[in-house]
């Protein structure tokens, strides 16, 4: 839908980097950008599933490469490490796409404190290190229309989990503010999907899978490539636009909240489904 534009927009710019591409909204995200001809290095910890992603493109004639690389995104020094090979080998960053996120089902009244920092780590840590490691790059080689985006959840009732979300809301507001104050073009965005029909599920509930395909199959969730369509949106936004905030969801995401809280639901669905726009210089 967005193919002429994003290559309008993107012509000659195409280093991005996109945390977490092995599964689920990651993977979909990166199918897309190399799809449309983007060069792509991807990490995770494990990075068997990017290797067979980075196959499958090649086979389908994509235009563009995914790079496998292997990062824990919870340790810092392979963070660096990580910028390091990407500034040595393809000169830096244009785009960085902070998709990485986890949950652990720990209870404020009764969670493990192991489990809280670790999602403090991954979920905000890593995502501000690598925001700030990605603007160094850009800044280096004066690039002044690079692109920070932020994968977020629009999540309502998950304690812990949810306040690391909604640090990633403030960080995003508080990257655009600083970039205003450098006076540069580079955007900042965050997009906060609803309930995603991905391997999360699983994961939260690794000891009862039953319950969390149960989960899927009772609702109509979003599907991964409804995120990177998305992605690709804000993307294709001509320079002078800057999309702040992006919230999608299923309509079953409107029903859940009208039934749970009738008096939120008419702040939540001012939300849903709005993108807030702002002329760059405006942001400047």
């Known amino acids: 839908m967005f193919e002429g534009c994003f290559k309008s927009v993107w012509r000659g710019v195409d280093h991005f980097l996109a945390p977490v591409t092995s599964v689920g909204i990651g993977a979909a995200v990166t199918r897309a950008l190399v799809q449309q001809g983007m060069r792509v290095v991807g990490c995770a910890r494990n990075v068997d599933k990017i290797e067979k992603l980075a196959a499958e493109c090649q086979s389908a004639g994509f235009s563009g490469t995914l790079i496998p690389y292997k990062c824990d995104l919870s340790n810092e020094e392979e963070i660096l490490s ?3 090979a990407i500034k040595t080998l ?7 796409i902070n998709n990485a996120g986890l949950a652990h089902n720990e209870p404020l009244l009764s969670g493990k404190t192991e489990g809280w920092r670790n999602m403090i780590d ?6 501000s290190i690598c925001t700030r490691e990605a603007y160094k790059s850009m800044r280096e080689r004066d690039v002044d229309d690079g ?7 629009d999540c309502l009732f998950m304690h812990f989990y949810c306040a690391t979300k909604y640090a990633v809301t403030a960080l995003t507001e508080g990257i655009r503010q600083e970039l205003r104050e450098q006076r540069t073009h580079i955007r900042a965005t965050c997009i906060s999907p609803g309930i995603v029909e991905t391997e999360f599920a699983f994961r939260h509930h690794n000891s009862d899978p039953e319950k969390a395909a149960a989960a899927y199959e009772s609702i109509k969730c ?3 490539d409804d995120v990177a369509n998305a992605v690709t949106f804000v993307l294709s936004s001509p320079p002078h636009v800057q999309v702040c905030l992006s919230v ?3 309509y079953f995401d409107l029903e859940v909240v009208k039934l749970i809280s009738p008096s939120f639901f008419s702040f939540f669905f001012c939300q849903i489904g709005d993108v807030q726009m702002r002329p760059v210089e405006q942001v400047l």
């Open 147 to 153: 692109h920070i985006i932020n994968i977020n959840r």
């Open 222 to 224: 979003l599907k991964a």
């Open 122 to 127: 991954v979920n905000v840590l890593a995502l």
């Open 90 to 96: 393809h000169k830096g960053v244009d785009v960085c």
């Open 248 to 250: 999608i969801c299923s």
């Open 82 to 84: 990580m910028f390091s």
